[in-house]
């Protein structure tokens, strides 16, 4: 059984950057034709998709975010990661995150989200 767990501040300072690590159980993170994908959801909005890293370390990013963001992974320790930059107010969200099946792009596994608050 597939888990995803995330891990990182939960309070940040504008101009910070965020770090957050997803760990996941139960398979490989290099297994085919998988994606790991960063979403988060604002207080009040819908969810926003922020970028992926595939099965073979490709990366896409949402062009919104793209200045701002980075996503690595460490297959020895079958994580990956979220970087993201220059935080302000408006990046409050519950961050989740998120396996996804390459061919059909369906969402089916979700960590169970974790909240990152940005204020002075």
């Known amino acids: 059984q597939v888990q995803l767990q995330e891990s990182g501040p939960g309070l940040l300072k504008p101009s910070q950057t965020l770090s957050l690590t997803c760990t996941v159980s139960g398979g490989s993170i290099t297994n085919n034709y998988y994606y790991w994908s960063w979403i988060r959801q604002p207080p009040g909005k819908g969810l926003e998709w922020m970028g992926e890293i595939g099965y073979n370390g490709n990366t896409n990013y949402s062009p919104a975010l793209k200045c701002r963001t980075s996503i690595s992974r460490d297959t020895s320790q079958n994580q990956f990661t979220l970087q993201l930059s220059s935080v302000t107010p408006e990046d409050t969200a519950v961050y989740y995150c998120?396996?996804?099946?390459?061919?059909?792009?369906?969402?089916?596994?979700w960590g169970q989200g974790t909240q990152v608050s940005v204020s002075s």
């Open positions: 998120v396996r996804a099946i390459g061919d059909s792009g369906e969402y089916d596994l």
